[in-house]
């Protein structure tokens, strides 16, 4: 059992937690996930590592509530337990020799671009950070980013904080100002990581991307984050997450990606009825 021993709320569907889970912190690096049940019956689900702390033996998570299962773990308070806490898992994200990066987070996905960001940083490399949300009410982690970025561009879909417009609009600006990365890393809606990596494609830079969104299983078992890489079948759970953002077919993985909707709605609402019973 893994002890819940922080939460905090970071929007109103956005929740971070921070698990007492020594093994799993003593190995985690940026761009792993973690498998969890909430309880001996609940399903398996994967979560990308937000961060974690070697000496208290922590690891931290930040969930969407979308599912049934992220509606079950945010009913779960401090002192409360998880039943599994498995990792971690999935290759690293790549950040040796890096000397000036661009990382492009969106929504939920900036849980997952800041302990990225913020290894660049501790390694010595030239971080600008660009992140995005649709409003100003979703943002997150602003500090953290703040705190790990040599430049930092907030954009909302709206223009309620931060500038208006989307993320490769301040990406593009970026590059026309004469930045010139080594990468872009893009984590965020699979819809979001093509449209940054058509513009990367265009000034022929380099573009990681995270295709954790896709993921489900977290074993290949499922081959419900199957995608193809260059025109080869891959796996976002056991050959990724990471992977070269120009050789993705992002229309097949969106695709994909749609196969489960109603199924995964329809659980939530079963899901919150139980709760409100």
């Keep these: 059992m893994y002890e819940i021993i ?13 698990i007492m889970a020594p093994l799993v912190a003593a190995k985690a690096e940026p761009g792993q996930f973690i ?6 019956n609940g399903e398996r689900i994967p979560l990308t590592i937000a961060d974690f702390d070697r000496e208290k033996g922590t690891v931290t ?25 498995a990792g971690p898992l999935g290759k690293p994200t790549e ?10 987070g969106g929504g939920v996905g900036c849980a997952i671009a800041y302990p990225v ?9 030239e971080v600008h950070s660009i992140v995005g949300f649709r409003n100003r009410d979703l943002v997150i982690l602003e500090d953290e980013f703040k705190a790990v970025s040599d ?20 990406l593009k600006a970026l590059i026309d100002e004469g930045n010139k990365y080594d990468e872009v890393i893009a984590i965020g809606p699979v819809i979001m990581m093509k449209f940054v990596c058509q513009l990367t494609r265009e000034y022929g830079v380099k573009t990681i991307v995270s295709m954790n969104p896709i993921m489900i299983d977290g074993t ?13 079948t891959k796996f976002a759970c056991v050959d990724g997450p990471d992977f070269d953002g120009h050789q993705v077919d992002f ?3 969106m695709s994909r990606g749609m196969i489960y909707r109603d199924f995964e709605r329809h659980a939530y609402e079963e899901t919150c009825n139980l709760f409100k019973k």
């Excluded at 498998?35 to 001996?40: N, P, S």
């Excluded at 950040?95 to 492009?104: N, S």
């Excluded at 290949?220 to 995608?227: A, N, P, S």
């Design 151 to 170: 430049q930092l561009k907030m954009m909302t879909d709206d223009g309620s904080y931060g500038e208006k417009g989307l993320v490769t609009n301040a």
């Design 117 to 125: 960001a913020k290894k660049l940083h501790e390694q010595g490399c």
């Design 220 to 232: 290949g078992m499922c081959g419900g984050c199957r995608l193809t890489v260059g025109g080869e």
């Design 251 to 253: 229309d097949e993985a």
């Design 95 to 104: 950040t040796e020799g890096l000397k000036k990066v661009a990382v492009v």
């Design 61 to 85: 998570i930040i969930f969407q509530i979308v599912g049934a299962t992220t509606e079950k773990l945010n009913h779960l308070e401090v002192g409360g337990h998880l039943q599994d806490f």
């Design 35 to 40: 498998i969890l049940r909430v309880d001996e």
């Design 6 to 18: 922080n939460k905090k709320s970071l929007n109103p569907t956005v929740t971070l937690m921070e």
